[in-house]
């Protein structure tokens, strides 16, 4: 029974929501507010409306989210909250604006990008004081949107949405997913840019995080010169995001920046974690806040290749591949020392941040393997050796990460030394287990008697490191071919998929019996198949 709840009720949770848009208020605006294409200068952003839609319908909300903004679920299924969140209606408080940015796209200066089609709607208090911004995307043209629409589709969509919450639920630092709404239009896509344009359901997401600001965000006041914006956007988010540094000044300045390539390390390394390749790390794309955003052409390792992009766009140069993203992390922060250069007017003390960012990456990669190896600590005599032969043995045949390291926390040490047959149990980690051959074999047993010795002379038993190993490595991750499923189901008009996966994804540490089949390895008809292993920016 679908029970109608009374608008004044929706009406009043809406109503209590505390805008408090410190973004507009504290940093200068563009004086147009039309959606008109242009180059923004002496300003933060422009204030843009979202574009209302023919028929918004809701397809799903994550509910944890809505809770942080203080919603209830009857709020989140009632039409209004449709209305808001496809950007058809603004609540009272709401103030809707476009940031201008430029960035750095696959390693060259491509000068304004910004919001385009990235609408804020405001930010919001809530009852724990927290700030969480509101952002559309998908909500339609703003000057920023260059010569695209300022929409997005439902492919792109549920694949922002689901993914969003995935890496929350992993413990992954991100920008988070409210809603996801149809906007009953159809928007043109030509997915691989090939001559073949399609029609698709229009879709809008609502993100949430504590700010959206990106390195592109400075990047863009340095390159046009515009230094007291630069230094007004800068102060402002250490006053806002980063209280804790205290008043600007000049080495509050570095030991912001310091943060940023800490907070930015930590991302990697769980992106390294869990198998994620971002797929497009320009720098309009990289967070002030070390939080993932933009979801594109992402993709998880299926078997383990370090080479491996989902991101046609970049599957020559493989820039953005998932052994890479370490020293595209790093590139790209040494653009933001470039940016923030002005305020601080020598090199050497960005420089050696900078350096901080390899101990950080370094140390918290260690600490991570430990951990994903139910070790107690990374010892570097034996360790370091044991994770360059590990590296070797998961790229002998195709090899399923997440499976493998979740059987791995079953193996139980033995003093046979001579058994042969310790890799029976990882056997379903493997693609194609008839094309291991026996020195494939041997370099394995071999791999895993060094392992299990190790993991003897810790002392821990089986059980404490199975649970240990087990709450670092998933046993579900949104494998790319079930994102696809959803979509292929969503597109027909069924929404269950989309939702299932997020009920799943909730909790991906867990054994969930009954969700087995979601931690299986790839089928082989989505080895090729577009969506699952080939995705392009077109979204
Ligand atoms: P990306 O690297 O895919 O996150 O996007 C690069 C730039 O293109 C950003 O400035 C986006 O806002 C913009 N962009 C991407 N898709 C669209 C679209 N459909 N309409 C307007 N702008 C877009
Ligand atoms: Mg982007």
């Excluded at 010569?147 to 549920?158: F, N, W």
């Excluded at 689901?162 to 639920?169: D, K, N, Q, R, W």
């Excluded at 002030?288 to 290749?305: A, F, H, R, S, V």
């Excluded at 050497?348 to 190896?373: C, F, I, S, T």
């Amino acid at each position: 029974m679908k029970i109608n709840i009374p608008p004044q009720q929706a009406d009043s949770s809406f109503a209590a929501l505390n805008f408090d848009n410190c973004f507009v208020r504290e940093l200068p605006a563009d004086p147009e507010s039309s959606n008109q294409l242009r180059q923004v200068h002496g300003a933060c952003y422009s204030r843009v409306n979202p574009t209302p839609v023919v028929a918004p319908q809701r397809v799903a909300f994550a509910l944890e989210v809505a809770e942080l903004l203080d919603l209830e679920s009857t709020a989140c299924e009632s039409e209004e909250f449709s209305q808001i969140f496809s950007g058809n209606r603004l609540l009272p408080g709401m103030d809707p604006y476009s940031t201008c940015y430029g960035g750095h796209q696959f390693g060259n200066w491509a000068g304004q990008l910004g919001d385009g089609r990235a609408i804020n709607l405001g930010e919001i208090i809530n009852q724990q004081g927290e700030r969480w911004a509101l952002q559309l995307k998908g909500a339609g043209p703003t000057p920023y949107s260059r010569r695209a629409d300022g929409l997005a589709v439902l492919r792109s969509s549920v694949r922002e949405f689901l993914c969003s919450e995935a890496m929350y639920h992993l413990g992954v630092p991100t920008t988070r997913a409210l809603s996801l709404l149809l906007t009953g239009e159809q928007v043109t896509r030509d997915m691989f840019y090939d001559g073949h344009p399609q029609q698709e359901p229009g879709a809008v997401v609502c993100r949430v995080a504590p700010s959206f600001t990106r390195f592109g965000n400075f990047q863009i006041f340095t390159w046009r010169n515009e230094i007291d914006l630069l230094r007004q956007l800068t102060d402002y988010t250490i006053r806002t995001d980063f209280p804790h540094l205290g008043e600007p000044s000049r080495a509050v300045y570095l030991q912001w920046f310091e943060e940023i390539c800490r907070r930015t390390a930590e991302m990697i390394v769980h992106w390294m974690r869990v198998g994620f390749v971002h797929g497009v790390m320009n720098t309009d794309n990289m967070s002030i806040l070390g939080l993932t955003i933009d979801y594109g052409p992402y993709g998880w390792l299926e078997n383990y290749d370090p080479d491996w992009t989902p991101n046609t766009t970049d599957a020559q140069g493989g820039r953005y591949r998932f052994g890479h993203q370490p020293q595209i992390a790093l590139w790209n922060l040494v653009q933001l020392a470039n940016a923030i250069y002005p305020l601080i007017e020598q090199a050497e003390p960005l420089e050696a941040v900078l350096q901080l960012y390899n101990d950080h990456y370094q140390q918290g990669w260690r600490e991570m393997m430990a951990q994903k190896l139910g070790l107690k600590k990374f010892e570097t005599t034996t360790d370091l050796l044991l994770t360059a032969e590990l590296e070797k043995i998961l790229q002998l045949v195709e090899t399923d990460m997440t499976i493998f390291y979740r059987k791995l926390a079953d193996l139980v040490p033995t003093d046979n030394h001579d058994d042969n047959n310790l890799l029976v149990p990882l056997l379903d980690a493997y693609y194609q287990p008839e094309e291991l051959t026996r020195k494939h074999r041997d370099q394995i047993n071999d791999w895993l008697r060094s392992y299990l010795k190790r993991v003897a002379r810790d002392g821990v038993s089986t059980a404490a490191r199975r649970q240990r190993m087990n709450s670092v490595n998933p046993k579900y991750v949104l494998r790319n071919y079930l994102a696809q499923l959803a979509i292929d189901k969503a597109e027909a008009g069924d929404h269950s998929l989309v939702n299932d996966l997020l009920e799943v994804m909730r909790q991906p540490y867990a054994e969930q019996p009954e969700n087995e089949e979601f931690s299986l390895k790839r089928p082989e008809w989505a080895r090729h198949r577009a969506g699952c292993s080939m995705l392009s920016c077109s979204s």
